[in-house]
């Protein structure tokens, strides 16, 4: 039994197991199928999660911006998804409930989009998907679609979520593997972002670097679907996984895309940030 602070910031007692939970995770959807979906009128509440001002400046049309940022709260220096009664009134914002079919979009990247969507997982919410395509054949609005508030009551989803106790615990439990999305340099301990140099005892390192690949112009572009799943064929199916990285975007991506290889996947929220300012051990390599 190890003790958890959850993102209201009440301990309670939990077991380092994973609790069955009704909320599915959400799933990678392709361009097709949402335009297939839009054309026979099923309805989709269709959310933009990049920066507010990049919504203005245009948008996918029907789109409602949720900026990813939206979702975050400082505690000390560290990043961390809102309370529930602060995400309660985001949510009930942007007109989302239950059994609704959501779909979360960004620049193509993905970064923004599977943050958006884990926090979206985190307080209940079900049938969330996130697409995987970029915006430069899509026709933009600019018109900015205002919803009708919602009376959503959002549970929290213990599935998708892990503290930094438990991850202490997990990196020395065979059922449980951590995973640093950090790049390589700081995974190792040569550089870093906090006065800590390092990584999460018993962790390994798949670098966020390695979800993409620079185009011609030198622009970030994400690697195909067979080459992000192929990142994970060596990680063994019967563990059960966490994820990190400094701020835990980069690392919600990882947990997104371990989902879809097959894996059981929960996420350190406040990662790196947070497991510095506790002062708990590292390991770095001699």
């Not at 026979?40 to 900026?67: E, K, N």
């Not at 009930?92 to 943050?115: F, K, P, S």
Request: overall charge negative; proline content about 5%.
């Amino acid at each position: 039994m190890v003790w958890y602070r959850s993102p209201h910031r009440l301990l309670v007692s939990l077991p380092l197991v994973w609790a069955a939970f009704s909320v599915e995770a959400a799933s990678a959807l392709a361009p097709e199928t949402l335009s297939l979906w839009l054309h026979q009128g099923t309805p989709v509440q269709l959310l933009d999660a990049r920066p507010h001002q990049a919504y203005l400046q245009g948008h996918r049309q029907r789109a409602i911006s949720f900026d990813v940022e939206d979702t975050y709260r400082q505690d000390q220096g560290v990043w961390l998804a809102k309370s529930i009664s602060a995400m309660t009134q985001e949510i009930r914002r942007r007109g989302l409930a239950l059994g609704q079919t959501i779909v979360v979009y960004d620049d193509g990247l993905l970064m923004d989009a599977a943050r958006l969507a884990w926090v979206l997982e985190l307080y209940g919410l079900n049938q969330v998907h996130i697409l995987v395509d970029d915006m430069e054949s899509t026709e933009l609005s600019k018109e900015v679609v205002t919803p009708r508030s919602s009376s959503y009551v959002p549970a929290l989803n213990p599935d998708v979520l892990i503290n930094a106790r438990m991850t202490l615990l997990a990196g020395h439990n065979p059922g449980f593997g951590v995973v640093d999305i950090r790049g390589e340099d700081h995974f190792l301990g040569k550089a870093s972002e906090t006065h800590k140099f390092g990584h999460i005892p018993g962790a390994i390192n798949i670098p966020m670097d390695k979800f993409f690949y620079p185009d011609d112009e030198q622009q970030l572009r994400l690697r195909s679907w067979e080459e992000l799943m192929a990142l994970f064929q060596g990680l063994d199916p019967s563990k059960r996984y966490i994820t990190y990285c400094y701020k835990g975007k980069a690392s919600t991506l990882g947990y997104f895309l371990m989902q879809q290889s097959g894996l059981r996947v929960t996420h350190y929220d406040g990662s790196w940030l947070d497991w510095s300012q506790r002062d708990l051990p590292v390991e770095r390599p001699e």
